[in-house]
């Protein structure tokens, strides 16, 4: 008697979270297309795009459809999305070397953690169970610190945008008139900027932790 045929898989290019990222991207596309003529709808789209990436991840969850090309696919928009944005920034505001800085260091840290997490045959760059750092184990470990530290980074670079003048491009002069708004406007601007705060000393951590596993690996290999 011939068995039951197994009920065939969605192909991984079609995992639910993953046609969430490629409607990330489209919205980014949309975002970043209207961004001079209109700032408001670009800071919508954009922050809902990246409130997507916490979507995504929960359905990769509830359906078991985690993947690694959904993995590299959610990463990859997430940097490519700040990356733009910090572009932007770079340009209006002086000096925009401050913002060209701080892409480097986003991009090249965790372009170090995915590779050496490759190195050490994990599965996954939020596997830091073996760092002694503990702000690494906090930030990767703890859901709800690193959902603050990544949405004050976002909303810190939205809020600058939208404040951004062309009459004035002195990053601490717009600073200045953000204080100046209501108390909410002005305690949410002072908790981006310990969020972001955190998520920069997050990552020259993670780059030096990476980058030492990057050097030990090649004593390791020629044993």
Known sequence: MAQPSAEKMPSVYLYIPNIIGYFRIIINFIAFAVCYSNKPLFAILYFFSFVLD????????????????????DMVTDRVSTACLLALLSQCYRPGLVFLMLLGLD????????????????????????????????????RPFMAFCCVSCEVLYIT????????????????????????????????????WAVKQATNVIQMKTAADICIEFDPKRSK
């Open 54 to 73: 916490g979507v995504d991840g929960w359905f990769a969850r509830k359906f078991n459809q985690a993947s690694t090309f959904g993995a590299v696919l």
């Open 160 to 195: 600058l945008f939208l404040f951004a003048d062309e009459k004035s491009t002195s990053l601490l002069s717009v600073c200045r008139v953000v204080l100046k708004q209501s108390p909410l406007i002005v305690l949410v601007f002072i908790s981006t900027l310990v969020g």
């Open 107 to 142: 991009i090249t840290s965790h372009w170090f953690q995915m590779y050496s997490s490759f190195l050490s045959g994990k599965t996954s760059h939020k596997d830091v169970k073996h760092t002694s750092n503990w702000l690494l184990k906090l930030y990767y470990g703890y």
